[in-house]
């Protein structure tokens, strides 16, 4: 049972999975549950390419991510959004915009992304 627990704080409050079509974690899924009252979060999981980590943070709707991908292996982040590109690094690539978030791609490194959330998400 705790296994589960532990499973749940590292894929939906630090966000850290694979994508679909990902194979042993050559693909991450960056995807943060930033909801309710939690105003931060940090997590890590060992992956065959190395360890990946998330941290965030929020103060009222301004919105802090950092994320570490292993050397070998990419990501793809969704950061809370309010329908307008994150603050985000030199080489991270914008997917997708939507009114609640901002979806990029990035390769291995650190990787960290300012917003202001819609909504208080």
Do not use: N
Not at 87 to 113: D, I, M
Request: aromatic fraction near 8%.
């Amino acid at each position: 049972m705790l296994g589960a627990i532990d499973s749940w704080f590292t894929t939906r409050v630090a966000g850290i999975s694979q994508t679909e079509d990902s194979v042993g974690y050559a693909k991450l899924l960056v995807d943060p549950a930033v909801e309710g009252d939690m105003t931060s979060a940090a997590g890590s999981y060992r992956t065959p390419y190395g360890v990946a980590r998330t941290d965030w943070r929020r103060s009222g709707d301004r919105f802090r991510l950092t994320v570490d991908v292993p050397a070998g292996s990419s990501a793809e982040v969704r950061v809370p959004a309010s329908g307008k590109p994150a603050r985000a690094p030199k080489g991270a690539r914008l997917l997708r915009l939507s009114g609640q978030e901002a979806v990029y791609e990035v390769g291995s490194g650190r990787w960290t992304f300012r917003s202001v959330m819609a909504g208080g998400r």
